[in-house]
């Protein structure tokens, strides 16, 4: 298969090439040159996770130097359960956070992690990613120590939890963690300034791990197979899915999975206080915003890249408002949202996963999927005042947080970030 632009200006390239490419020469994003419709009659029941993905995926790797490498990929990437709970009457929660940094970033950057090991054999890349709080943990764990990658992760200074904070800066050697002034948006900002530097992007053969990143959608189309199915299955109805979102990239690989055939009925968004989406949709207008800090912070992103892969696929804005629907829910809802939750169910829930448990309560009764994005215990300091409780640390989090870190702050200069880099990685 071959991949190109959102823009369609671009010449079409391997998944090899979009991989390590990131984005398209035009600047648009890359996309497959047609989403594959599985038979999902020939998905052997029987087959354990890493397998079916193994399946589902194949089509994407079809004739790719990476090809012989997908089975090996994925057994290495998912080493971890994804279970689906039942969390009331036909309401579940998929949940996606038990890999190394406890949030569903794990899952496709583990993948894209094996797949950059399997293609930087014969040349070093450095790996640079802006995060909002949960990536760039993902990121830096994925690629610790992986020979021949280096990888610059900047995140906004103060503006992530300190358990967030601790996972991303307690790697060193090939991994440069860097708290920016500024905002998410002025890291994702530095990311592509760094990129469109031919200079800097030639001389330390620059890639990226943001969800703009192909073999991090990929592999995240897989557990809404993978769900979806298992439920088809038992209940014989198509789930709906709710989608806590930021950047967009996790509800693409729904809308993806979806279009591969897989049985998902109606797709919904949950946003934080960021509306431009919501906005968007209500008005077919786009606007970019500068991002609102929020308790689900790993969403607060005003200006959401993967929008422009849902805009390719459903070609005009008015089948996009046709197939997409989006909620904002303020921080208030939110805590409220834990509150009630916890009483009525016992169970804890992340700021981020609690803006799907919101909108599930604004939307009729039928099959829905909550995507569960975080272990609660990663935002501790959001849950243990609203609920009164000490919350301890899961134990992938403990083991991260016996680690020892280095803080290193720069200011939103790409010159600085350069230098700080060339002394780590000498
Ligand atoms: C990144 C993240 C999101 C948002 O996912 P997108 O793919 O950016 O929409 C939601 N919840 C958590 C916990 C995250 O880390």
Known sequence: MLFGSTKDKSPALTLSEAIVQGLAADGGLLVPAELPLIDISLLDE?????HFAAKVLAPFFAGDKLEGHLKHICEHAFNFPMPLKLLYDDTYLLELFYGPTASFKDIGCRFLAECLSQLSIDHHKTVMVATSGDTGSAVAAALYQQPNVNVIVLYPHNKISKRQEHQITCWGDNVLALAVEGTFDDCQRL???AFQDEECSRRCSLTTSNSINLARILPQTVYYAFASLQLYRKLNKKAGFIVPSGNLGNVTACYWAKAMGFPIDEIVMATNANTTVPDFLATGVYEARASVETM???????????????????KTTQLLQHNATAFSVSDEKIQASIK???ESEGVLMCPHTATAYFVRQQLQDRLWVMVATADPSKFETV?????????????????LLQRSTTQKNVKADLNEIMQLASQQFV
Request: proline letters at 9%; hydrophobic letters at 45%; zero cysteines.
């Open 340 to 342: 009630d939750v916890y």
């Open 46 to 50: 029987q087959l354990d996770y890493a």
């Open 191 to 193: 990311v592509k300034a």
């Open 296 to 314: 689900a912070n790993a969403m607060d992103v005003g200006d959401p890249s993967n929008l422009e892969r849902l805009r390719y696929l459903f």
């Open 383 to 399: 849950l243990e005042p609203i609920l009164n409780i000490d919350i301890p640390p899961s134990e992938a989090l403990h083991a």
